[in-house]
T-cell receptor
Framework: EAQVTQNPRYLITVTGKKLTVTCSQNMNHEYMSWYRQDPGLGLRQIYYSMNVEVTDKGDVPEGYKVSRKEKRNFPLILESPSPNQTSLYFC????????????FGNGTRLTVT | TQLLEQSPQFLSIQEGENLTVYCNSSSVFSSLQWYRQEPGEGPVLLVTVVTGGEVKKLKRLTFQFGDARKDSSLHITAAQPGDTGLYLCAGVVTGNQFYFGTGTSLTVIP
């Protein structure tokens, strides 16, 4: 089954404790992206990747890192999480950026206390 | 600053009623997509519109892209409880970058 898999689904952590949210897609998509979803603000892009070893900042990249060492994986790293990073995070992929639909994972709800 | 504004933000209607959701911008988009998101899941694509003035139908859902490719609407006829969810528009601009709207949360009451 074609899908984008995120882990974990729920995560509660404390300020400053490094964490990684994993994302994997099995559709051989070139483009992958991370979004955060907050009430009243919609989906905002954090980082995106056009292909392996190619990553770029989205609209809200501060406090986040990503890597794309393999085509299928695109982990999101929070080196020192803060409470304002409490949010619902989505990973998405598409065959070609902007020209094909985005396929989303089921989300990771992160709480930073 | 939000590139895409959706209205209304919240909508609660009775089963069988009609409704329209709007997605507006001052920017021109090369294409526009509509997604629906259900609780606990990621958004799922409903439709892509590409040509100014284009109308697409998906069963009881009708999507229209504005002539100037700056706005779009989603009309649902005879809403059903299964239509409940968050509706998101997403515009594609120069450089093939996606921008999502603020979302419309629809509740259809049986």
């Amino acid at each position: 089954e074609a899908q984008v898999t995120q882990n974990p689904r729920y995560l509660i952590t404390v300020t400053g404790k490094k964490l990684t949210v994993t994302c994997s897609q099995n559709m051989n998509h070139e483009y992958m992206s991370w979004y955060r979803q907050d009430p009243g603000l919609g989906l905002r892009q954090i980082y995106y990747s056009m292909n392996v070893e190619v990553t770029d900042k989205g609209d809200v990249p501060e406090g986040y890192k990503v890597s794309r060492k393999e085509k299928r994986n695109f982990p999101l790293i929070l080196e020192s999480p803060s409470p304002n990073q409490t949010s619902l995070y989505f990973c998405a992929s598409s065959l070609v950026r902007g020209r094909s639909p985005l396929h989303f994972g089921n989300g990771t709800r992160l709480t930073v206390t | 600053t939000q590139l895409l504004e959706q209205s209304p933000q919240f909508l609660s209607i009775q089963e069988g009623e009609n409704l329209t959701v709007y997605c507006n911008s001052s920017s021109v988009f090369s294409s526009l997509q509509w997604y629906r998101q259900e609780p606990g899941e990621g958004p799922v694509l409903l439709v892509t519109v590409v040509t100014g003035g284009e109308v697409k139908k998906l069963k009881r859902l009708t999507f229209q892209f504005g002539d100037a490719r700056k706005d779009s609407s989603l009309h649902i006829t005879a809403a059903q409880p299964g239509d409940t969810g968050l509706y998101l528009c997403a515009g594609v601009v120069t450089g093939n970058q996606f921008y999502f709207g603020t979302g419309t949360s629809l509740t259809v009451i049986p």
